[in-house]
Structures are given as C-alpha cells and as structure tokens.
C-alpha cells in the first residue's frame, strides 16, 4: 500500500488539483515528492509536472505546457490503471488530450484557446476536459 494514502496532504492535493488550482497543488505535492521514496515518488513527479503543464498553459506558456505534459504523461505510464487511488488511465487519457492539441497548434499559436476550452482562462472556446485526478472506488 502506498504510504501516501494515510498523508492528508495527498488528498489536499487532489482536491487542489481537481479545482484546477495547478500552483498551489504544485506546492502541496511537491512536498510530498521530497519526503517520498519509489514508487511513490516517480508517480507524484508524474502528476505534478502534469499540473505544471496545466498552470503553464494558463498562463499561455504552450512550449512549458507541451514539455511537462508529454514528461508526467511517460512518467505515469507504467502506474496504469490506477495507483494510490487514483485513475491513472483516465488522468492519462485527458492529459494527453490536451498534449495532442497543444502539438497541433501552428507553431506561433500559443495555446489560449486551448486554455479557455479547459476552463484555464475566461472566454469561449470548443470544450476540452480538463485533466483530473479521479478517484478508484474499488479494487485499491
């Protein structure tokens, strides 16, 4: 069992990163991830650098957003279907979603319409859903 399941600040960081508050998720599991030893650690250095991808393309940064969304994408591959209660199947699913739009942006696009899509920024925009961290009922 992963010893991040008896950490409240492991479902603070959920909560924080399913209300796509992607910086202070960062802080809360960033913590994590220097008290946290294999495999827990790889796994929180997944989903963070997916939720950094995530507050990058806020902020409309689409070459920081592209880079960490395709590095937690890898680096969460072998957690599938789900790891410490969460779906990683799913969190992959979306969050590569997002990476393939972003890669199909003519290069000087910087991704705001895919970030108001998400929800990320104010505005209109086609409908993307945003990455989240869905939790397993059963089987964990």
């Given at each position: ?11 603070a ?15 809360v ?6 008290e946290?030893i ?10 963070l650098?997916?939720?950094?991808g ?37 969190l992959?699913a ?22 108001i ?11 993307l ?12």
């Amino acid at each position: 069992m992963s010893a991040l399941l008896t950490d409240p600040r492991y479902q603070a960081g959920i909560a924080l990163f399913n209300q796509r508050q992607f910086y202070a998720c960062h802080d809360v599991f960033e913590a994590l991830w220097h008290e946290a030893i294999e495999p827990d650690r790889t796994f929180l250095q997944g989903v963070l650098q997916i939720a950094v991808g995530l507050h990058h393309l806020s902020n409309s940064n689409r070459r920081g957003a592209t880079i960490l969304l395709g590095e937690g994408c890898a680096r969460l591959q072998d957690y599938q279907p789900d790891y410490a209660t969460v779906d990683v199947s799913h969190l992959l699913a979306q969050s590569r979603q997002v990476l393939q739009a972003l890669q199909g942006l003519p290069s000087e696009d910087c991704g705001e319409a895919i970030a108001i899509g998400l929800g990320l920024r104010a505005g209109t925009a086609p409908s993307l859903p945003c990455p989240q961290l869905c939790l397993q009922t059963s089987g964990v």
